[in-house]
């Protein structure tokens, strides 16, 4: 056998075997994205239970929408992270306008006397976490894909559906701010 007999399929090899529906390219395609799309989904809503269902959503539309996969525009990262950024947003949008906007804003207070919750707090995913939340959403999209996600500027562009100037400059005022708000934090 040749080494590339073994090599496990890429991405964009499983996407025609999940337009035919294969059990085992839908399966692989879960192991291999599902952790991202559940930390993206997080990331740009800030609930665990919308970025659950966000995620299922992202995977039961990218089965739906493989056969119009095109490798020839682009790689599957982008693609499929476009699907779980958009459905993060119909769910977000959908579940304040039942709860109503001031519920999808609200967080949980945490007790000053509770010194584990103060703790996690303070850890430095979750500090990373709350400053990504304070930015505004075309910096916390940007920042995130690019800094979280490891998507270089070409494939967060290609996420957003924006030039690739502008990518740049919300990573970097993003950045920025999220500078501004660890220096202010320290102080």
Do not use: K
């Amino acid at each position: 056998m040749s080494a590339t007999e073994l090599a496990p399929p890429t991405d964009e090899d499983l996407v025609p075997r999940l337009a035919a529906r294969d059990e085992a390219a839908v399966a692989l395609l879960l192991e291999r994205w599902w952790a991202r799309a559940y930390r993206l989904a997080h990331q740009l809503t800030g609930d665990p239970a919308t970025a659950d269902d966000a995620a299922q959503e992202a995977f039961v539309h990218a089965l739906r929408a493989a056969g119009g996969f095109d490798p020839a525009r682009g790689p599957f990262a982008p693609w499929f992270l476009r699907i779980v950024r958009n459905a993060a947003f119909n769910l977000s949008r959908a579940r304040a306008r039942r709860a109503g906007h001031e519920a999808a804003a609200a967080r949980p207070e945490v007790a000053p006397d509770d010194p584990a919750a103060r703790a996690a707090e303070r850890a430095d995913a979750e500090g990373l976490r709350q400053h990504l939340a304070a930015l505004r959403p075309p910096y916390r999209e940007a920042v995130a894909l690019h800094v979280v996600e490891g998507l270089t500027f070409q494939e967060v562009a290609q996420v957003l559906g924006c030039p690739l100037g502008t990518v740049a400059s919300r990573v970097r005022r993003g950045l920025e701010a999220l500078r501004a708000r660890a220096v202010g934090a320290s102080l």
